[in-house]
């Protein structure tokens, strides 16, 4: 009797057991709903769509701060199909991340990713990479799953055309194809389900210009969030240098009839604020109450880095700005202007 009765308890506790261990499609199937399909403004061969993560039950999401946060007209559609217009709640340069808000009705509640739970794996640790890539869902469908390997944690080197990627914390390198078109926002997490990593955006290796698939470390992230939960400014990190070459507000006029707001503020708002008749931006399409929100493809922060940026560039290279204007997307070309080197004292 008491091998029967052990018998049956270990049948019994085998059973609970295999109806409490969650499959890979149950985990799969937890993640889907945490994740919101991002579509905006595609500006030249840029795209119009990206992927974000819930952070919070009221609608928080989190995802990588790119030109569809910055050029608006963003729209967010989550695993039932429902579509929230958006608002930017607060941005970090240092981390490449924005934070938004859907706009909900009051009363609504969302699944989310618990960032307290997040986890470090190991390399070689296997992981699931959570993105809408290549615009496969549009509204009820499930976002796309690769599976993946985390090959390194360690710093990253990388461009996207001049931008430079500004995170100095290690990322994760995955040995998965998740640089792809809307995979950047996407969500990294281990065969468990547990939040690893944000998925980054298109960018190749400073130094091999070979395209890399990474994440930020969701535990990087976590005091971020928490920051702009708060309402309040990430701390910036002090520069390497202080001696960028940055375009003075004489320089814009003179060589380019091109006047943008005081920067009086941190970061402030890239306006134009006035054009020179006659001028290279009146020719070119400048208008006063532009708002500069791409150069050569990449996102502006301010005001401060237009006048970085087009330090740049090199006499007779073309700028490609995108201007909102009116709540539409406009691009604007000049051509760079350099100060003719002068001759010495005394010289024929």
């Known amino acids: 009797m008491r091998v029967s009765a052990m018998f049956v308890c270990l049948v019994v506790a085998s059973a609970c057991s295999a109806q409490t261990a969650l499959t890979e499609q149950d985990v799969i199937a937890k993640q889907q709903p945490l994740i ?17 993560l819930l952070v919070s039950k009221d609608g928080h999401v989190l995802t990588v ?8 007209y963003l729209t967010a559609v989550t695993l039932d199909g429902r579509r929230f217009s958006v608002e930017t709640l607060g941005t970090s340069a240092e981390y490449d991340v924005a934070l938004l808000k859907l706009k909900t009705q ?25 993105s809408n890539m290549f615009k496969v869902a549009a509204g009820n469908e499930p976002v796309t799953v690769v599976h993946g390997v985390i090959a390194a944690k360690i710093p990253l080197e990388a461009t996207q055309g001049r931008w ?9 390198l995955v040995d998965a194809i998740t640089n792809n078109s809307g995979s950047a926002g996407g969500l990294l997490t281990d065969l468990e389900g547990r939040p690893v990593g944000l ?3 298109e960018i190749r290796h400073a130094a091999s210009r070979q395209w890399v698939n990474y994440a930020v470390p969701l535990t990087t992230l976590k005091p971020v969030v928490e920051t702009l939960l708060a309402g309040k400014k990430v701390d910036t990190k002090p520069k390497d240098s202080d001696s960028t070459a940055m375009l003075s507000d004489q320089d ?23 054009v020179e008749p006659g001028s290279q931006a009146e020719s070119s399409g400048f208008r006063r109450g532009d708002l500069i929100v791409l150069l050569a493809d ?15 560039f090199r006499q007779g290279e073309k700028m490609v700005f995108t201007v909102n204007r009116d709540q539409e997307l406009v691009t604007v070309e000049l051509k760079a202007v350099t100060p003719k080197a002068t001759s010495p004292a005394g010289a024929k």
């Open 252 to 274: 814009l006029t003179v060589r380019y009839g091109l006047t943008l707001l005081p920067n009086v503020v941190e970061r402030t708002p890239a306006y134009v604020d006035a």
């Open 65 to 72: 701060w790119n030109h569809l946060v910055s050029t608006g």
């Open 36 to 52: 919101v399909k991002l579509f905006g403004a595609g500006v030249g061969s840029l795209d119009s769509y990206g992927t974000g």
């Open 199 to 201: 998925i980054g955006r």
């Open 298 to 312: 990449t996102v502006v922060t301010g005001v401060s880095d237009v006048q970085r940026r087009m330090a740049e």
């Open 106 to 130: 009051p009363g609504e509640s969302f699944p989310f990713v618990d960032l307290a739970q997040a986890v470090d794996p190991n390399p070689g640790a296997s992981i699931l990479a959570f």
């Open 164 to 172: 430079k990627f500004p995170v100095r914390s290690a990322v994760w």
